[in-house]
């Protein structure tokens, strides 16, 4: 069974910076294309950013390109979201999800929890 | 940006009721329409691909149709446990949109 499992959320201040993971289980990142989507409290979803089976094609939602980092280690069978610059409209449940191109979004992850707060 | 408008926003039905959510977007999208359930305290869980297309271990009741620029997706015979949040979301172009959610309570 295909399973996510993220971490490496917390509490960080404006301006900060946070690493989160995603870990794969039931199959291998190097065959899938992956997001990450992100829920803000009482929100609704919202897209943040995609990477290719292959790393050669990344994608990111306008309301985080030049602060995000989507990468992929396909030997730790992980993706990863490096985030800089933080700010507090980014607080958010941010869940990684697997999708066959770029298409519908299955299995997604528990989601990590992402505060920023001085 | 694809702009997804779900309705009704928060729907109270009764079991056994037959439930009905639309998904509009502002341009055609084809058939690259997903919808996804969201229970509370848990992760979205894929329910429909490509409008209408079933999901493996998804019951039967949960359906999908619809092209273009308006979809649907009809919950036949609600159960208890179909108390959630449920959301339409579009592959077509970037960047990925989803609709703002349609709350399903039970009477």
Redesign the interface.
């Known amino acids: 069974e295909a399973q996510l499992v993220e971490s490496g959320g917390g509490l960080v201040p404006p301006g900060g910076s946070l690493r989160l993971s995603c870990a794969a289980s039931g199959f291998t990142l190097s065959g899938s294309g992956m997001n990450w989507v992100r829920q803000a409290p009482g929100k609704g979803l919202e897209w943040v950013s995609y990477i290719s089976s292959g790393s050669n094609t990344i994608y990111y939602a306008d309301s985080v390109r030049g602060r995000f980092t989507i990468s992929k280690d396909n030997a730790r069978n992980s993706v990863f979201l490096q985030m800089n610059g933080l700010r507090a409209e980014d607080t958010a449940v941010y869940y990684c999800a697997r999708s066959p191109g770029t298409n519908w979004f299955d299995p997604w992850g528990q989601g990590t929890l992402v505060i920023v707060s001085s | 940006e694809i702009v997804l408008t779900q309705s009704p926003d928060f729907q109270s039905v009764t079991p056994k009721e037959k439930v009905t959510i639309t998904c509009r977007a502002s341009q055609s999208i084809g058939d ?1 329409l ?1 919808w ?1 359930q969201q229970k509370p305290d848990q ?4 329910l429909i ?2 409008a209408s297309q079933s ?1 493996s271990g998804v019951p039967s009741r949960f359906s999908g149709s619809g092209s273009g620029t308006l979809f649907t997706l009809t919950i036949n015979s609600l159960e208890a446990e179909d108390a959630a949040m449920y ?1 339409c ?1 579009q ?1 077509s172009s ?8 349609t709350k399903v309570e039970i009477k």
């Open positions: 690259t997903h996804y992760s979205p869980k894929l691909k490509y999901i959301y979301h592959s970037l960047p990925f949109t989803f609709g703002g959610g």
